[in-house]
């Protein structure tokens, strides 16, 4: 199994991480603990998750339920975390 | 906690507090008492005046709550002034709120009654608004309204749309017995319970594929009155998604099938269909007057009238939709349903990014020049009648069960996403910008008939 957090620097200096998360139950590796929305789904896309910027973006919370991330709310990341991406344009 | 009672709506002056005001309202009142004040919008409603709470003025104990001249509490002189200069000048109706002992029942003392006898009069010349009092327990209101024409009366209803959607009165309603046709029903939902569909007044905005469906089954749930909004008219691909739909009826209005559909189901219903889109002042006026309205429509523009009668009006809605996404070559990806509960005041769909700024722009004009906005042809979006149908339930589960208190959670609006793919169905919270022009007091949240809602909505 995965280690979800790297060290990849040497140890005086601030050590990026990669934290893995993932995004419509695909796994997601992202560069920093500190994301916002909008680069927690840039990542998922350029790692090939079939969405695209302007989907809607939700965080699995402790309680089981998904709390709405907007695109420049800046949230704290942690391993194995759960998003879920869905296009707002849904029809009737 | 003892079951609240059920209360079908009533006629006459209402009060409809939206959900947030009225938990912050709670436990600034319960269990130890306190007072406050609530600024109120006006508009009319399908069974008498509305006022329409947007904010919530909390009286500090000991400072702007104090010790009585007359009775045991009183507001202190300052903090009325403030206030009612607050309703003067935002042209909103000033009610005075404290709380009383029990639970089921609650009236005004005649202390308190002497306290409005002696102070009103002077704070409807001041505000040149309806002002009035209101008493409390956490099941019953009541309230004693003095208009600006210069009569009095009393307010028949308090309502909070919240998880459950609850009407508060001076003592419950005793029920009438729901008729044989409804008797299973009334099993679960009681006799006040389908009485209270019987006197609800719910729009489905959209009439295609999920619309279609909504229709259908609120009229067999027994919903008195529908509002039915559809500028569309029936064309052969349609058919297999319309409930009761034939060959005969390509060409036929939607509002058409819906209304036939629906006096199908029940002979006793009230229909009022409106072949407009919801923008137009015809079907947003309808709109204003419902007590529920769910959202089936494809497009922005729909999203945005309703959100903003939603957040003006303070009348509870549902969006419900479908996303199939079908590339080019025919891969499927992930299929989602949602269902997302519309609460006053609660995080709108503009929070929530669910309405496309572009996408409105060009909705607003002429069909001509819509389709010539659009850089790409129009390619149908796939739709298939077992995954509205999805949607379509959750949304009418949530609604007989909100509209007859039976939810578990007077708090949980969250709204339901399905992924039938992989069986998974999530529950998602909202989000709110603390300044929204529309769902905040900062906005259009409760001002009703102050400004309509064509004037009012600048894109």
Redesign the interface.
Known sequence: MDTAIEPTAGQNERRPVQVTVTV??QPVILPSRELTGLEIKQAAIAQGV?IDT?F?L?V??GN????????D?QIRVHPNQEF?A??????? | MARRPVNPPAEGWSLTIPHRLWTELSAHLFPSGGGAVLLAGHAEGARGPRLLAYDLITATNDTDYIPGEYGHRALAPSFVRDAAVRARDESAAYLAVHAHGGLDRVRFSSVDTASHERGYPALRQITGQTVGGLVLTPHAAAGDLWLADGSRTPLAETVIPGGNLLRLRPCPATATPAGPDHDRQARLLGDVGQETLNRLRVAVV?L????SILVEELARLGVGTLVLIDDDTIEATNLPRLVAAGKDDIGLLKTDLAARNAQRANPRIRLIPKATRVEHPEALKELALCDWIFL???SASARHWVNATVQQFLIPAVQ????I?VDSAGYV??I???TRIMLPGD?CLWC???I?ST?LAIDMHPKAERDAARYVPGVP?P?VITL?TL?AAEALNHFVLAATGLHDDDHDH?AV?HRPR?RQR??????QDANCRWCTPAGRLGRGDSGSVVQTATL
């Open positions: 419509n139950n079939p302007g809607q939700s699995k919370r089981g339920r998904y709390e709405v991330v907007d695109d709310e879920l869905v296009p707002p344009d849904d029809n009737s | 959209g295609g594929g999920v619309g089936a429509a494809d419900v939709g479908v996303k996404p990806g992930q989602h349903t949602a995080g929530n990014r669910l496309d996408q979006a739709s509205n949607a969250a996403i992989t999530d529950l998602q919270d909202p989000r």
